[in-house]
C-alpha cells in the first residue's frame, strides 16, 4: 500500500495520478490546526479550504479512488503534520509515501525532514500546476517581470502572430489599462455561490479555531468545487472581460469586485489551471473581437502567465532569506485600524472593511492603499505580511510574500520591483472616487485636515534617501523635493511625524 498526501491547496482533478484508480494507493486528506493556527486567517478563508477539500475528497472517492479523509474532530490527537503522517502509515500498513510538492516553504522543509528519516521508500512529485518550474528564476530572464513573461508568452504560444511577434505589434498594453471608472459605467454584478458550511463552521468555534473578519456560513460565496470555479470563469470572460484591462486599476465604493475576475481562490487551490484560464481567455476573446479590445485580453493574461510564475519564481529562489528582508528599517507596529477599518481615510476604511467582510480586495487596493499607508508609515514587513496572509482567502505564502516583501513594501531592496510603490493622496483621487467623501482633504499637505498621505508620501521620500536617492525612477520626485522651500519641507515633516505619533487616531 501506498500513502500519498494531498495538501490543502493540491485539489487538481487534472493530476497524472489519477488518471487510473489503483488498489494500492489510498489518498490521505486532512484538516489540521496546524494549518489553522499558523497564522491568523479570515474565516471565510478557512472555511473556504476545509470545504473545497472535502469536496474534491469526495470527488475523488466518487471516481473509484481510495480516499481517507480526516476532520478536525478526528486529527485532534496529532499535534503536527509528521505527527499525522506517521500514525497514518502505521494505521494503513503503508509500505511507500508519496507526496506533491507543497508550494510553501515551511510545509517543503518539514516533509523534506520527516521524509529523510522514514524507513520506507518515498517520493515527491510536481503538482503539474504551474507553466514554470521551481527554479525558473535561473531558468528564464528575471531582471524584470516583463522579460520573463514575454518569454513564457513565446513558450506558450499565446497573443503571438504567425511570425512570432505580440499581436498588435506591443509587448505590454498596461499604458492604456489605468483608466479611472466613470459613474456612467455599470459594474456586473459579481457571481457569488451560497455554499452552505455551517457543519464546517460549528467544528471551528467547538475547537476554539481563531480567525478574523466576517463569514455567512449559510452562504459562503467563495467556488468550492472544480465546476464552481468553472462558472466563475466563465462569468468572468462574458461579463467582466470587456471592460476588465481598461479600469483594473481603478479604486471605487461602488463595488466590490468591480471587473475582477476573482479566480485566484480556484487558481491557488488548484481547482482551475493557469493554462486553462489563459486558453479560455484568448478563445474568448477571438471570438468576440468586436465587444473586447486586445488591451483588455493582455492585461488579464499577464498577471496569470507573467506576474503569477514571476513571483513564485522570485519565492522559491529567494526562500527563507526573503523573511528577514527589511531593506528599509522599518519597525513601527501595524496600527490597531488595520484589524477594524475604523480610520477616518476613506480608501483605507473602504479597502479594510471590504477585506473583514470579504476576505478580498483587488490588486490596487492591496498595493497602493493598504500596502502604499504601510510603505509610507514604515510598519514593520513582518506584520505586514502576516496581515496580508492571514486576511485574503487566496492568500498562500507563496504568492503573498514576494507581492508584500518584494513589491508593496520593497523590503528586498528593489530585486522584485524597480522603485518603490509609494504615491501621496493625488494617485488615489485620480484612479478612485474616496476623497470626496473622506474626513481629509486630499488637496492639503500641511493643514490639520490634510491627507495623511501627502505628508507621508514626501517624509518617506526625506528619510530614505540615503536608500532610495540614487533611484532613477525617483530622481523628478527628489528632484520636486528640493525645489521646494526649507519652510514647506519643515511644515510638511512636521505634520508627518504628528501623523506617525498619532497613527492609532488617524
Not at 37 to 45: A, E, F, G, I
Request: net charge neutral.
Amino acid at each position: 500500500m501506498e500513502l500519498r498526501l494531498l495538501l490543502g491547496d493540491q485539489l487538481n482533478a487534472s493530476h497524472s495520478w489519477f488518471r487510473e484508480c489503483h488498489p494500492d494507493v489510498i489518498y490521505l486528506m486532512a484538516e489540521l490546526r496546524q494549518e489553522t493556527d499558523y497564522c491568523l486567517h479570515h474565516r471565510q478563508k478557512v472555511l473556504a479550504f476545509f470545504a473545497a477539500m472535502r469536496s474534491f475528497a469526495k470527488a475523488l472517492t466518487h471516481a473509484g479512488h481510495k480516499v481517507c479523509y480526516l476532520t478536525l474532530d478526528e486529527t485532534r490527537a496529532w499535534p503536527n503534520l509528521p505527527a499525522l503522517l506517521s500514525a497514518m502509515l502505521d494505521t494503513h500498513h503503508a509500505g511507500a509515501f508519496a507526496w506533491q510538492e507543497p508550494d510553501e516553504w515551511r510545509l517543503d522543509k518539514q516533509l523534506d525532514d520527516w521524509t529523510a528519516t522514514l524507513p520506507i521508500p518515498s517520493k515527491r512529485v510536481s503538482s503539474e500546476h504551474f507553466l514554470t518550474p521551481r527554479d525558473g528564476w535561473q531558468r528564464l530572464p528575471h531582471s524584470r517581470m516583463e522579460y520573463f513573461y514575454r518569454a513564457l508568452r513565446r513558450q506558450f504560444k499565446v497573443l503571438l502572430d504567425e511570425q512570432g511577434q505580440p499581436l498588435g505589434g506591443r509587448w505590454n498594453f498596461d499604458a492604456d489599462n489605468r483608466a479611472r471608472l466613470p459613474a456612467s459605467v455599470a459594474l456586473p454584478e459579481p457571481l457569488c455561490f451560497a455554499n452552505d458550511v455551517q457543519e464546517i463552521d460549528a467544528m471551528l468555534t467547538r475547537h476554539g479555531v481563531t480567525t478574523l473578519g466576517r463569514a455567512d456560513a449559510s452562504a459562503l460565496p467563495w467556488p468550492i468545487t472544480r465546476q464552481q470555479s468553472r462558472a466563475l470563469l466563465s462569468h468572468f470572460l462574458c461579463h467582466c472581460l470587456p471592460q476588465f484591462g481598461r479600469y483594473q486599476d481603478a479604486l471605487s465604493e461602488r463595488g466590490w469586485s468591480l471587473f475582477h475576475s476573482r479566480l485566484a481562490f480556484s487558481l491557488n487551490s488548484k481547482m482551475i489551471s493557469p493554462l486553462e484560464v489563459i486558453r479560455a481567455t484568448e478563445s474568448h476573446w477571438q471570438r468576440n473581437q468586436d465587444t473586447i479590445t486586445l488591451a483588455q485580453v493582455e492585461g488579464f493574461i499577464r498577471q496569470i502567465l507573467g506576474w503569477r510564475e514571476f513571483v513564485r519564481a522570485y519565492y522559491w529562489e529567494k526562500m527563507p532569506e526573503v523573511l528577514s528582508d527589511n531593506a528599509l528599517a522599518a519597525t513601527r507596529p501595524l496600527p490597531g485600524f488595520f484589524w477594524t477599518g475604523e480610520t477616518k481615510m476613506a480608501c483605507l476604511r473602504h479597502a479594510i472593511t471590504q477585506s473583514l467582510e470579504n476576505s478580498y480586495a483587488h490588486h490596487i487596493q492591496r498595493l497602493m492603499v493598504t500596502g502604499n499607508f504601510a510603505l509610507l508609515a514604515g510598519i514593520a514587513p513582518a506584520e505586514v505580511d502576516r496581515w496580508y496572509l492571514g486576511i485574503y482567502v487566496d492568500a498562500i505564502e507563496w504568492v503573498q510574500l514576494p507581492n508584500t516583501r518584494g513589491m508593496s513594501q520593497f523590503a528586498d531592496g528593489g530585486v522584485l520591483a524597480s522603485k518603490p510603490y509609494a504615491s501621496s493622496g493625488a494617485y488615489l483621487a485620480r484612479m478612485g472616487d474616496h476623497c470626496k467623501g473622506c474626513h481629509y482633504d486630499v488637496k492639503k499637505r500641511e493643514e490639520a485636515e490634510a491627507c495623511p498621505f501627502n505628508a507621508l508620501y514626501w517624509h518617506f521620500l526625506a528619510r530614505q534617501r540615503e536608500r532610495l536617492g540614487a533611484n532613477p525612477r525617483l530622481a523628478l520626485p527628489y528632484a520636486n523635493w528640493d525645489g521646494q522651500s526649507a519652510q514647506q519641507q519643515a511644515a510638511t515633516l512636521a505634520r508627518a511625524e504628528q501623523w506617525l505619533r498619532e497613527i492609532e487616531t488617524l
